[in-house]
C-alpha cells in the first residue's frame, strides 16, 4: 500500500511506521515537526520505501501537491493533542484539529484517496455516566475544546465518507503512553523531578482516574482494527482494561526514580480536584468490540505508566538523584 501518515514524526505516528514499512508499504510522513522530532524517525530516512516532507495540513496548496501522489490510504494522526492548552488559547484546537483535518480531507476527495484512519479520543464522551463507555455511548458531550475539536473532526470525516464514497477507520484512544511520548502526566511529572527531586506538584487532587494503554498495544490495536473494520465509518474504542489514578501514577514515578520521600504537593484543582477546567476525572473505555474481534491489550494501566515512565527517566537522562534523597512526605 501506498500510505500518507500526518503526524508521522510524532510520538504514536513514529512507532506506527516502522510496523508498516516493515510489512512492506511505502509510506510518505508528512508533519510539521511542532511537536515531532526527526530523531523519531531518522532510523528509517535510509529506507526507499520512506519519505519525509516537512509540511503543514494549513498549508493548502503544499498538501495538495503531496497528495497528488496517488495514495492508497491516509493515516491522519497530525493535531494539536495538548487538551489543557484549550483552557488558554481557544483557537489552537479549532485550526490544528478541525481546520486541519478539513484541509486533509478536500485533498483526500479531490485526489481520490478511498481510505482514511483518524485518531480521535475517549475525550469526545465528556463525563461520560456509563464505565466502561461503549462506542455507541450518548449523547456526547465534550467537556474541552480539544474533545470538540476531535468530535468535530470526527463528524466531518463520517460526511465525506458518505458524500464522496470514502472509507474509515475512527480510533477512541484512553491516555496512550511510551517512549518518545512528549506530553502527558508521566512525561510532566519526569521533568518536575528533574527539575526539584524533593517535591512533586501534582495538577488537581489526585483522585483523576483513568486507562493508560502501552504504545505498543495502541499500535497493534491500530493495524487489527484496520484489518477488522466492516462498515463505511468503523469506529473502534482503544484503552486498557483498567484505570490508574494520578497519585499511584506519582508513587510509580517516584519507585521508578529510586527516590524515596518526595513531597507530594497538590494544586487542589478546580471541580471537584479535576487537573484543569475541561480535565476529565473519570475515564475507563469498553474495548468488548474489538475483544470480542480478538485483539486484547497485553499490559494494565500500571504496568504501561511503569514501563513508560522507566523509558522516559532514562530518554530524558535520568533524574539525577542521589538514592535516598528528597524531603518528608
Ligand atoms: N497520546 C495520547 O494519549 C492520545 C490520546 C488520544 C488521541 N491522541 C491522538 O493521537 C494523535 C497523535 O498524538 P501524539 O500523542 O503522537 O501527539 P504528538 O504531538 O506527538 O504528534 C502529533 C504530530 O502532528 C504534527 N503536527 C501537528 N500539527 C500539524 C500540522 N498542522 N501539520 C502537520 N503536522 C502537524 C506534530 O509535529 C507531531 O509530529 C493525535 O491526533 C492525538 O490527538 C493521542
Not at 498549508?59 to 495538548?82: S, T
Not at 481557544?90 to 490544528?96: A, D, S
Not at 484512544?173 to 501534582?202: C, M, Q, W
Amino acid at each position: 500500500m501506498h500510505v500518507i501518515v500526518t503526524g508521522g514524526a510524532g510520538f504514536i505516528g513514529s512507532h506506527l511506521i516502522d510496523p508498516l514499512l516493515s510489512r512492506g508499504d511505502e509510506v510518505l510522513v508528512y508533519d510539521n515537526l511542532s511537536s515531532g522530532r526527526m530523531d523519531f524517525i531518522s532510523h528509517n530516512l535510509d529506507d526507499r520505501n520512506f519519505t519525509f516532507v516537512e509540511g503543514d495540513l494549513l498549508d493548502v496548496d503544499g498538501l495538495n501537491n503531496v497528495m497528488k501522489g496517488g495514495f492508497d490510504a491516509v493515516w491522519h494522526l497530525a493535531a494539536n493533542p495538548d487538551v489543557r492548552k484549550g483552557t488558554t488559547d481557544t483557537h489552537v484546537h479549532v485550526e490544528q484539529n478541525i481546520i486541519a483535518t478539513h484541509n486533509l480531507l478536500e485533498a483526500v476527495r479531490i485526489n481520490k484517496v478511498p481510505l482514511i484512519f483518524f485518531t480521535s479520543t475517549s475525550t469526545v464522551y465528556g463525563e461520560a455516566d456509563i464505565i466502561p463507555t461503549p462506542e455507541d455511548y450518548a449523547p456526547m458531550k465534550p467537556i474541552s475544546l480539544y474533545g470538540a475539536s476531535k468530535l468535530a473532526a470526527e463528524a466531518l470525516i463520517s460526511s465525506y465518507c458518505y458524500t464522496f464514497d470514502i472509507e474509515s477507520v475512527i480510533y477512541r484512544f484512553a491516555n496512550v503512553v511510551g517512549p518518545r511520548s512528549t506530553h502527558g502526566v508521566i512525561y510532566d511529572f519526569v521533568t518536575k523531578l528533574r527539575a526539584d527531586p524533593e517535591e512533586l506538584e501534582i495538577l488537581g487532587d489526585g483522585t483523576q482516574n483513568k486507562s493508560y494503554l502501552f504504545i505498543d498495544d495502541c499500535i497493534s490495536s491500530m493495524l487489527f482494527g484496520a484489518k477488522k473494520r466492516a462498515e463505511r465509518v468503523e469506529i473502534y474504542n482503544i484503552g486498557s482494561e483498567d484505570m490508574t489514578n494520578v497519585t499511584e501514577i506519582a508513587d510509580i514515578l517516584v519507585e521508578e526514580a529510586r527516590l524515596k520521600d518526595v513531597k507530594f504537593s497538590y494544586t487542589g484543582g478546580v471541580d471537584g480536584g479535576r487537573g484543569w477546567k475541561g480535565d476529565v476525572k473519570t475515564m475507563r473505555l469498553s474495548i468488548k468490540k474489538l475483544v470480542d474481534m480478538g485483539w486484547k491489550p497485553a499490559y494494565s494501566s500500571s504496568e504501561s505508566v511503569r514501563m513508560t515512565a522507566r523509558h522516559l527517566i532514562e530518554e530524558l537522562g535520568g533524574v539525577n538523584l542521589v538514592e535516598g534523597v528528597g524531603g518528608a512526605k
